[in-house]
């Protein structure tokens, strides 16, 4: 096998390494956002194009444009929403939590971290986030398996199903159905690795997703499997679909650390070809 | 957990030689071993039901079911309809990754920098492992990474950490169902999940019966 790359162990570890010191250092710098210099709660009327309330138990397909946005807002604070995102030009490019996670170094999503595609493109930039990160790509949304868990009922709705129904009317099946991420589900994990539920969520919090691609959305609003109250819940999720403000040179997504520079030079590169 | 078993028993024994992918089917009951032969080498695995290859490994349905983010021994590896592909039944290791995906060109081009899009990567290797079973890209989803060291931190901080398996180190995964095993040897060389140096696998296909013990030969 031809080895395009010359660089002896040594170097590539030291590379490595500095890539990854690069990224711990970033991690102990970003301190919280107060939430009184949080984003403002209301989007200008002009710049929105369509409002949903997703019932619990339901789900909810979308496109977006790239410049497009989709606010989430959780009214009770007891909502969790499990999303899945497509290339809506080639839906074999799909958001891949794996890459999400690995190429941010961290399991933690919040403002100014990116959703991920398999092909190392930038699907979308999480903008605003007033829960501090409490979202989950590591477990995924419900399944009828983990209804029965819970709630001693596999018949209740339940995100993969969700997820089906959603793409089978975008002309997608099962198998365009990847791991997802879950908003509003505060998901960590404790020293030994068994997943702990972190904190509630909060009456109107919100996370703001800005499409970098033009995109298909499937959404579901069923409560996150891991979720520790007993009662399934029946509080909506309001999905508002805007003109994203346009980004700035120095806007925090696309420049908070060189993978998301190189993120974004994909992205750059595909839409000119 | 160590088990005793006949390797001149088994009806497969392969060589995965470095950076190669490799796929088998596997009848129910039978049971793979993975030999991590010189350490320190990642084994990207997925795994679907033989007859409907709709039905696929999920490592969200895996990872909830355990209420756990380590593969090791016990855990059931389940399939997107909830059901059991496979089981761990060895384990010499005791943390496998299933969180972090398989490397690509693509991928590469972030973690590493654009000057490595044009090194060999595991989902290459799964595509074309795929291919032999009429599947494409679309079939390519989260994957299990045996042998690779993924602490995922309280935190949240995820990093692939210098691996923990020694050479000779395996895992036994007996097959719940006819399943199609598709493996990539990992060739990355720009993150410690190969100790930046990929080397070969061992696979080892036993058939469901019960194996002699008068013959056995200790691992």
Known sequence: MTTLDSATPEQHRQRYLQLRAAAQARAEAAAPRALDTGPAATLPETDIRHRESIPAGWYYTVRLRRGEALRLCNPSGTASVSAMLWNAAEPSERFNAGDTVKLQWSARLGRGKLLYSDMGRVLAAITEDTTGGRHDALTGGSTPASNLRRYGDASLRNTRDNFRLAAAKLGLSVRDIAPCITFFAGVRTDAEGRFVWHGAGTSGEFVDLRAELDLIVALSNCPHPLDPRPDYGNAPVEVTVFRAPPPTADDLCRTSCEEAERGYDNNAAYLRA | ?219
């Open chain 2, 1 to 219: 957990m160590t088990l005793i078993r006949d390797f001149t028993a088994a009806r497969l024994d392969e060589t995965i030689p470095a950076r190669a992918p490799w796929s088998a089917i596997l009848r129910a009951g039978e049971t793979l071993r993975i030999i991590d032969l010189e350490g320190q080498q990642s084994a990207d695995t997925l795994i679907y039901n033989a007859h409907d290859t709709s039905e696929r490994y999920s490592c969200q349905e895996t990872l909830l079911a355990q209420g756990r983010v380590y593969v090791s021994t016990g855990t059931d590896l389940l399939s997107n309809e909830g059901r059991t592909l496979m089981t761990v039944t060895a384990d010499t290791v005791g943390r496998h990754d299933t969180s972090a995906g398989a490397c690509s060109c693509e991928a590469n081009t972030v973690r590493f920098g654009h000057h490595t899009r044009y090194m060999h990567a595991c989902r290459e290797n799964f595509v074309l492992a795929a291919a032999r079973h009429g599947m494409s890209k679309r079939d390519i989803v989260g994957n299990i990474n045996f042998f690779m060291n993924v602490p995922i931190l309280p935190d949240g901080a995820l990093a692939i950490d210098d691996g923990i398996s020694e050479p000779g180190g395996y895992v036994d995964l007996r097959a719940e169902m006819d399943v199609i095993v598709l493996i990539s040897n990992c060739p990355q060389v720009n993150n410690p999940c190969n100790g930046f140096n990929p080397t070969p696998l061992r696979v080892l296909i036993w058939p469901g019966t019960s194996w002699p013990s008068n013959s056995a030969q200790a691992v």
